[in-house]
Nanobody, 124 residues
Framework: QVQLVESGGGLVHTGGSLRLSCEASGLAFSMYAMGWFRQAPGKDREFVAVGNRSGGSVYYDTSVKGRFTMSRDNAKNTVYLQMNDLKPEDTADYYC?????????????????WGQGTQVTVSS
């Protein structure tokens, strides 16, 4: 059974930082590209970042580029999202997802497995 478990969410002030983690089990982790998505209340789920299987190539949405850093540790089956200089508009539930596609995908339907999400709230 595949599981993706996010952690690290919480409440921070504007300008603060959080580090999200996503631990995977039940799949050959190194064979999956991993992505982060977020969904704010009343809005559609949106792409945040995606990294290839090795983690050597990462692509970010323009709204987070320069503030967020995605990394992965294949030995620990874990992917991370370091979020700095957080803004109120970053408030959302954050989800990690795994994709078996050979290309880096920014659309949710390309992903095979999803975590349950972790909540991030940024106060102004």
């Amino acid at each position: 059974q595949v599981q993706l478990v996010e952690s690290g969410g919480g409440l921070v002030h504007t300008g603060g930082s959080l580090r999200l983690s996503c631990e995977a089990s039940g799949l050959a982790f190194s064979m999956y590209a991993m992505g982060w998505f977020r969904q704010a209340p009343g809005k559609d789920r949106e792409f945040v970042a995606v990294g290839n299987r090795s983690g050597g190539s990462v692509y970010y949405d323009t709204s987070v580029k320069g503030r967020f850093t995605m990394s992965r540790d294949n030995a620990k089956n874990t992917v991370y999202l370091q979020m700095n200089d957080l803004k109120p508009e970053d408030t959302a539930d954050y989800y990690c997802a795994a994709s078996s596609k050979s290309y880096i995908a920014t659309k949710a339907p390309a992903y095979d497995y999803w975590g349950q999400g972790t909540q991030v709230t940024v106060s102004s």
